[in-house]
């Protein structure tokens, strides 16, 4: 009885064990978009930070302006050569100390540009 008791104990634990180690290594494979957390670009001095940003897509980005005044955001999908094509988020104004998030819902390399300040851009790529 003491032999029957421990055996089923033992294959209790093992198929335990292999349901919990199973569980574990999906929740890190196949992670839900929905709870990444988010990615952050900075609008300071006029320039975006980091210059260029990899997120995946349906991934938050938060963008937060740090200067004391305004920025105007666009941000397109770039096709080869770097033409620009459809508008992910058109023309969003942030005013100083304020913060906004947007998503990408397909995979591609984008551009952020700022229509106020020339030469205030950067580079996001979203991957599945």
């Keep these: 009885m003491n032999r029957m008791r421990f055996g089923t104990l033992l294959v209790t634990g093992v198929v335990a064990l292999g349901l919990y180690s199973s569980a574990w290594a999906h929740e890190g494979a196949g992670e839900d978009k929905a ?3 988010a990615a952050s670009i900075t609008e300071e001095d006029l320039e975006y930070t ?3 940003l990899v997120v995946y897509v349906g991934q938050p980005i ?3 302006n740090k200067d004391p005044f305004e920025h105007k955001s666009r941000v397109t999908l770039q096709h080869e050569g770097g033409r620009l094509g459809h508008i992910a ?3 969003h104004l942030e005013k100083p100390g304020t913060s906004y998030t ?3 819902d397909k995979p591609g390399t984008y551009e952020i540009r700022c229509l106020l300040h020339d030469g205030m851009t950067a580079t996001i790529k979203a991957v599945e």
């Design 35 to 37: 709870f990444r957390a």
């Design 50 to 52: 980091p210059e260029e």
């Design 62 to 64: 938060r963008v937060e």
């Design 89 to 91: 988020l058109n023309d």
């Design 102 to 104: 947007f998503t990408l």
